[in-house]
């Protein structure tokens, strides 16, 4: 069973950073790759960043290109996104699956919320 447990979401002054992490479990890790998305309120969700299977590729949305880093840890069935230089307009719950530029897994985790406020 596919499970995908993201955390590390709180509040955020403006020019801050947070490092958000996704545990995922019930499949070949490795042999996936992994993106961040998230989801505003009112709004649809949308892709932030993905990492290819051994982390060779990476891709990231035009708005957070520059200040956002994914990683992963495959010994760790683990993916990672470092929020730099947050803005407000980058509130949302975040959330993680697999895949390149589409979602792979039709259920996904609960997402951790990021508010960016002063």
């Known amino acids: 069973q596919v499970q995908l447990v993201e955390s590390g979401g709180g509040l955020v002054q403006p020019g801050g950073s947070r490092r958000l992490s996704c545990l995922a479990t019930?499949?070949?890790?490795?042999?996936?790759?992994m993106s961040w998305y998230r989801q505003a309120a009112g709004k649809e969700r949308e892709l932030v960043a993905g990492?290819?299977?051994?982390?060779?590729?990476?891709n990231y949305g035009d708005s957070v290109k520059g200040r956002f880093t994914i990683s992963r840890d495959n010994g760790k069935n683990m993916v990672y996104l470092q929020m730099n230089s947050l803005k407000p307009e980058d509130t949302a719950v975040y959330y993680c699956?697999?895949?390149?530029?589409?979602?792979?897994?039709?259920?996904w985790g609960q997402g951790t919320q990021v508010t960016v406020s002063p």
């Open positions: 019930g499949f070949e890790f490795r042999l996936y790759a």
């Open positions: 699956n697999a895949g390149w530029r589409a979602p792979t897994w039709t259920s």
């Open positions: 990492i290819q299977s051994f982390g060779g590729s990476t």
